[in-house]
């Protein structure tokens, strides 16, 4: 085999019918380009979703759920219809010692206030927040540090101010740790500036220590939402449902009352989202699969087409003594060719448009929505083997027909 496919014969008699059928030849070389070209292009995109995707939920713990009080939807035990509820520090006791399933706890404080730094003044949001909001909500510091438990302890005035908000009150590039900023005429001290991430929770314009802010703002022992992350294999919307059953007890509501408390389940909206990348890539798959076998089919017609217009001269090189497996061999390896060919056409050409796409304003914008739109090595690899594979298999139909016509038969062919 090795042999006559170095034979420069073969080649020649590979590269005269293609010079004898120039247009039809590229026309089915470019069927199968595009179909590695779309496939290499959308997988490449799907990974840039899917990357952007990570960014965007990597700082998050994605199996919790955010719980917050309402205002009661039915009567119960002597209470009317709109009673209002406040959560209290003692709830989030409750949770940790009955809910089962359970990572974080995690009780937090939000009002609006304005803040003052020189002449410049803004109105944002001030949560009142534990440093184990860091485990959930991971915090990509710029400067400094997120709130210790020295803070909490000792109900210092210090904050930690998200990239926005700093950009508002201070210079282009100007060191931030240690300056105070006015907070409802009260001093804080900057401690950390981080960059928020784009999804999520509310997030703050600044957060100050937990005591501290139950301190300022009169609050006592109520809180104004928790988060509540479950562990990895835990069912986050059976905790959430628990949770919620479990605090109607404690504040005495109607079992049935869905208005009392409300939620949001981030692992649901999590699932969601995987989903839908998993629709993407099996449609990316789906489309450029299918294209892909398109076009190696149309390698096969034309290959149909070449044989039936060479009989009379595959009859002589039979009369000739040329074997049925010679033969076949040649159609075979002309088709392997023009896959190849065309593959790695198709995968040049995807690799360009992927890195154009990576310098386009998609990637490189403020609102981005795909982030670094690569392909796996072994997938470009298995699309190379699935490309020869299939050449070779579709060769060998115009390359059985070519075997069957007998010399005699081929010779009389007008």
């Not at 314009?205 to 990895?232: A, D, E, K, R």
């Not at 699969?289 to 017609?301: K, P, Q, R, W």
């Not at 090189?317 to 074997?323: E, F, I, N, S």
């Amino acid at each position: 085999m090795l042999k006559f496919i170095f034979d420069t014969d073969t080649w020649q008699e590979i590269f005269e019918g293609i010079r004898k059928n120039k247009l039809r030849t590229g026309i089915t070389i470019f069927g199968v380009m595009w179909g590695v070209l779309l496939l290499v292009s959308l997988l490449g995109v799907a990974r840039g979703i899917e990357n952007n995707f990570s960014k965007l939920f990597g700082d998050l713990a994605t199996n919790s759920v955010f719980v917050w009080a309402q205002s009661t939807g039915k009567p119960h035990k002597g209470f009317q219809v709109g009673r209002s509820i406040r959560l209290k520090k003692s709830d989030v006791v409750a949770i940790r010692n009955n809910i089962k399933g359970l990572k974080l706890v995690v009780p937090r404080n939000r009002t609006n206030s304005q803040v003052v730094r020189g002449i410049k003044s803004i109105d944002v949001g001030i949560f009142g927040d534990y440093p184990i909001l860091d485990k959930v909500e991971k915090k990509n510091l710029i400067y400094g540090r997120f709130i210790n438990e020295n803070d909490i302890d000792d109900r210092k005035k210090v904050c930690v101010l998200n990239e926005n908000t700093y950009k508002q009150l201070f210079e282009i590039n100007e060191y931030p740790l240690g300056v105070y900023v006015k907070i409802n005429d009260i001093n804080y001290q900057v401690i950390g500036v981080y960059k928020p991430f784009q999804m999520g929770g509310p997030q703050g314009g600044i957060h100050i220590p937990f005591s501290t802010f139950q301190q300022v703002y009169h609050q006592g022992n109520n809180i104004g939402w928790m988060m509540i992350t479950g562990l990895p294999e835990s069912d986050i919307s059976q905790i959430e449902a628990d949770v919620k059953l479990l605090l109607k007890n404690i504040h005495q509501v109607n079992p049935e009352d869905e208005r009392a408390f409300g939620s949001f389940n981030m692992g649901k909206e999590f699932k969601k989202f995987t989903g839908f990348l998993q629709g993407i890539q099996f449609l990316t798959w789906f489309v450029g699969i299918a294209t892909l076998i398109a076009g190696v089919f149309a390698i096969s017609n034309i290959l149909l087409i070449t044989v039936k217009e060479r009989t009379q001269e595959i009859g002589i090189r039979r009369a000739l003594g040329a074997t049925p497996r010679e033969i076949k061999q040649q159609v075979v390896l002309e088709s392997v060719f023009l896959t190849s060919i065309a593959g790695a056409l198709g995968i040049i050409f995807g690799g360009l448009i992927l890195f154009l796409i990576d310098h386009s304003p998609a990637v490189t914008g403020e609102n981005a929505w795909l982030l670094n739109p690569t392909v796996n090595i072994p997938i470009v690899l298995f699309a190379v083997f699935m490309l020869i594979t299939l050449g070779t298999l579709i060769g060998l139909i115009p390359a059985s027909i070519a075997t069957s016509i007998k010399p005699i038969d081929a010779l009389r062919d007008e």
